[in-house]
């Protein structure tokens, strides 16, 4: 089975500081990882992903994301943050030969930019 | 437009009368999910359905009962509905393909339910 642990419940920045949401995993086989990030009163959206191939990925919203197998962690991140990237921020995994069934959330990063 | 639409939003009941949160999807999905969502735990996944008439349990599926008697729609039943019950539930959809790796899921808004 897979379990994934985001580091920090909330994170509070100034807008245009740089921010690194942390998402660490385990599992004992391969898997896929998300970002999925979820705005005031709305739903979830995917944010980026990881399926394979260069390990750094980019996102939406100037987000990136950095996979390192050997540290079993996919941390977000964004050089300057603005008021608008206000959000809860989810890190999801995903065996390999899996579905969206066995999709497994953290339990989200909580983002505040402040003026 | 593609969307996943839940209704209601917002519903306020009492302990033990009958509720359907409806869920519809028009992106012709075979793969619908619903998750509540608490404060501190993060989305637990409640049931799924990868296909008509194909329906599972996930992780916290007490309480709730489901149906996918069309490809479109996955409607949420609350039989008896009881104060643990209030949360933010959300539905959610992707395709799905064994051949394939995990699609993108696709959420509904949310239904914030209130068990009196």
């Known amino acids: 089975a897979q379990s994934v642990t985001q580091l920090d419940s909330q994170v509070p920045v100034f807008e245009e500081a740089p921010v690194e949401l942390r998402c660490n995993y385990s599992?004992?086989?391969?898997?896929?990882l998300f970002w999925y990030v979820q705005y005031p009163n709305q739903g979830l959206q995917l944010l980026l992903k990881?399926?394979?191939?260069?390990?750094l990925v980019k996102g939406i919203n100037g987000f990136e994301a950095e996979f390192n197998k050997s540290q079993t962690s996919f941390h977000l991140r964004k050089p300057s943050v603005h008021i608008s990237d206000t959000a809860e921020y989810f890190c999801?995994?995903?065996?390999?030969?899996?579905?969206?069934?066995?999709?497994?959330f953290g339990k989200g990063t909580k983002l505040t930019v402040n003026p | 437009e593609a969307q996943v639409t839940q209704n209601p939003r917002y519903l306020i009941t009492v302990t033990g009368k009958k509720l359907t949160v409806t869920c519809s999807q028009n992106?012709?999905?075979?793969?619908m999910s619903w998750y509540r969502q608490d404060p501190g735990l993060g989305l637990r996944q409640i049931y799924y359905?990868?296909?008509?008439?194909?329906?599972d349990k996930g992780d916290v599926p007490e309480g709730y009962k489901v149906s996918r008697k069309e490809k479109r729609n996955f409607p949420l039943i609350l039989e008896s509905p009881s104060p643990n019950q209030t949360s933010l539930y959300f539905c959610?959809?992707?395709?799905?393909?064994?051949?394939?790796?995990?699609?993108?899921?696709?959420f509904g808004e949310g239904s914030r339910l209130t068990v009196l």
């Open positions: 959610a959809s992707s395709h799905h393909d064994l051949n394939s790796v995990t699609g993108e899921l696709f």
């Open positions: 599992s004992s086989v391969s898997v896929y």
């Open positions: 990881y399926l394979s191939g260069s390990t």
């Open positions: 999801a995994v995903s065996p390999f030969q899996g579905g969206s069934e066995k999709l497994v």
């Open positions: 992106m012709n999905h075979e793969y």
């Open positions: 359905s990868m296909n008509v008439e194909v329906t």
